[in-house]
């Protein structure tokens, strides 16, 4: 039969029967016109594959490519797209029909995830043509290429590098997003996946752990910007190599060696710089607590709350070898992001307890001391703090007892890690006791010892932090003879002088009583309202019960008002005379309340009499100028008729000249 299928049956390869070749017109080297399939086959569409058949079906293929390479097929060949009659690579279950597979063109794309036609790739190519009329595809999905590259990666299989090519040029698609966070990325040079988060384009500080891209790779700069590969490193990728660095310590439990402690070292920096800019919170900071990231002085890595700071010198040896392997001297470039994660300052599992305090006196010399370079030790402190915190720290020294006593005798007791340990009594210069706002100190040669002070006095104003941060400074203040060499002292160690200039504020002025002028330009009366009592703005009233020949000239105390303060004021245009004769009229008058004459003035003496100040006025006086002479400032009292106070403070700045 010519041009058509045979209508009594399958003819295909799974039907059992065989494709003859193609048929060449008789006593003709030329190619028929149409194929033929010459005889019915078994109805069987279950017969299994036949390996033998690859070769007709290749023919056929072959000749139809070719045949149809410049012109259309015609109708009858598109029974062919429903048949299953085409082999598939690598699989000899059964036949295949046409659009379950894919054409070979790209097949290291995605070649773990599809079945591709199983002919040589030349005929495929020459036949590429026909095979789409098929309905062979010949372009894989993102999807499936993206699918063929994270399974490479689960079995750790190379890929080619056109599949990053292809992606980078489908980067928009979503399918790309199941590559964020997984490893993708395949390294030639150690036959490994890599994550997104592992490479870098710029330098970082990571070692081994992390890798730079070359400059050559900015072609899949699309693909690598949307799977999440950045620029730099920033804190959070020292993060994860802290708990990379930290897994692969538990594995070995031996000492970190030199380059991961370096690398372990950065990350903290990082982490620092981070705490610097805010960027570092206290929830990301929890995520290391349990995890051993914190390397002691035997680079050994302990959990952060297991490790302390030894912020006071010498503090860890008082209990012998028992803090040996937690205690680690503070790191100047890391240590506020590993107090975040639960490093403690060692002083803080530590309490001083007294043992023997002999004779202990109240010293004013000492207090007295600090009370007057106070400006001093706020130079010190403005090194340290902010500028608005310094005031309130150092009104804690105003809180402070100074005693001294002939000897003091201590004992230091640690409680950590479930025990509680404690050191043999010793002697110590000074100590200060928080709970009782008590500075107690002795003087072995007739000397107070300033760097203990010092020390003991940095613990009371800034208790969170190392003493010795401002201990130093303070011992200079502490120890000049004068105030004036305590300032000169600092000049020269470089701290920088504050203003601290105070002012009085200016007088209270008199307060407004009211605006507008009572002059009412003529005659015309105010409405009285129904009680007969009008009340106006500023403290005015209206009383319609008082005659106008009884009001005083303007400006003279009313004669049935005290004197204080109370005037009555008329208005200054003069009255026309009344006709004889006529009734008087009765009209409102304007009184204003201003406030009581200064008491320098005639009337302010009037009315104080030459008594002098009453006893409640010198006792509140007396009161106040204790205070203020508590305080370190130099009150004077005012006469009694000053005007505005009773009482001037003044505080003494000491400068250089």
């Known amino acids: 039969m010519l041009g058509r299928i045979h209508p009594d049956g399958d003819h295909s390869p799974a039907a059992g029967g065989r494709l003859p070749r193609p ?26 594959y036949a390996a033998d058949q690859l070769q007709v079906i290749t023919s056929v293929i072959s000749h139809l490519g070719e045949r149809f ?50 002919i040589p790739r030349h005929i495929q190519n020459s036949a590429s043509g026909f095979l789409q009329f098929l309905g062979v595809r010949k372009t894989p999905e993102t999807r499936l290429v993206v699918k063929h590259l994270l399974y490479s990666a689960e079995k750790n299989l190379p890929v080619h590098e056109e599949v990053y090519r292809h ?33 870098f384009w710029a330098d970082h500080p990571f070692g081994r752990y992390r890798h730079r891209l ?78 051993k990231c914190v390397p002691n002085t035997q680079r050994m890595l302990y959990p952060p709350e297991w490790i302390f700071f030894e912020n006071r010198a010498g503090l860890s040896g008082k209990f012998g070898d028992f803090l040996a392997a937690n205690v680690i001297p503070k790191p100047l470039d890391s240590a506020r992001a590993m107090a975040m994660a639960g490093v403690r300052p060692l002083g803080t599992a530590v309490k001083v307890h007294v043992l023997e305090c002999e004779d202990p006196v109240e010293d004013s010399e000492l207090a007295g001391i600090i009370q007057v370079r106070r400006q001093a030790i706020a130079r010190i402190l403005d090194a340290r703090i902010g500028s608005d915190l310094i005031s309130g720290v150092l009104e804690r020294l105003s809180d402070i007892r100074f005693q001294s006593a002939r000897s003091l005798i201590i004992r230091y007791q640690l409680r950590a890690f479930n025990r509680e340990l404690q050191s043999g009594p010793e002697y110590t210069p000074a100590l200060y006791l928080p709970d009782e706002a008590r500075l107690v100190f002795t003087k072995p040669d007739s000397k107070p010892p300033w760097a203990a002070i010092a020390r003991e006095l940095a613990v009371a104003m800034l208790p969170e932090q190392d003493p010795g941060g401002i201990a130093a400074g303070i011992k200079e203040v502490l120890a000049a003879e004068t105030a004036e060499l305590a300032d000169r002292t600092l000049d020269d160690l470089g701290y920088p002088r504050l203003d601290t200039t105070t002012f009085e504020p200016p007088r209270p002025t008199t307060p407004i009583s009211g605006f507008g002028t009572p002059d009412t330009g003529g005659e015309t009366p105010i409405d009285e309202p129904s009680d007969g009592l009008r009340a106006l703005p500023g403290g005015t009233s209206l009383n319609d019960e008082q005659d106008d020949t009884a009001a005083p000239e303007a400006g003279t105390p009313c004669p049935t008002e005290p004197t204080t303060g109370v005037t009555a004021v008329e208005p200054t245009t003069k009255r026309p005379e009344r006709p004889s004769g006529t009734k008087k009229r009765k009209r409102p008058v304007l009184r204003s309340y201003l406030p009581a004459p200064d008491p320098t003035s005639e009337a302010g003496e009037a009315m104080e009499g030459k008594t002098g100040r009453s006893q409640v006025d010198a006792a509140g006086i007396e009161r106040v100028l204790d205070y203020e002479k508590s305080r370190g400032r130099i009150p004077q009292e005012m006469p009694h008729h000053n005007p505005g106070y009773d009482i001037e403070s003044r505080v003494v700045v000491i400068t250089q000249n």
């Open 23 to 48: 048929l060449r017109m008789a006593g003709r080297g030329e190619p028929a016109p149409y194929f033929r399939l010459d005889k019915a086959y078994p109805k069987n569409r279950a017969a299994p």
């Open 167 to 199: 992606l980078n040029n489908h980067a928009e698609d979503p399918a790309i997003e199941g590559l964020q966070g997984n490893k993708c990325l395949y390294l030639r040079e150690r036959e490994c996946y890599l994550t997104p988060d592992q490479v």
């Open 214 to 291: 070359d400059e050559s790779l900015r072609v899949y700069g699309g693909l690598f910007k949307k799977i999440g590969v950045c620029e730099r490193p920033d804190h959070t990728d020292a993060l994860s190599v802290i708990k990379e660095i930290s897994a692969e310590f538990e594995k070995r439990k031996q000492p970190v060696d030199e380059q991961d402690l370096a690398v372990l070292r950065a990350c903290w920096r990082l982490l620092e710089t981070a705490v610097e800019t805010e960027c570092f919170t206290e929830k990301e900071a929890g995520t290391l607590r349990g995890i």
């Open 69 to 118: 390479q410049h012109e259309e097929p015609p109708s009858d060949l598109e029974v062919l797209r429903e048949l299953r009659w085409l082999p598939a690579r690598d699989r000899n279950d059964r036949w295949y029909k046409p659009d379950e597979l894919f054409a070979v063109y790209q097949d290291y794309l995605f070649q773990t995830q599809a079945l591709f036609l199983d």
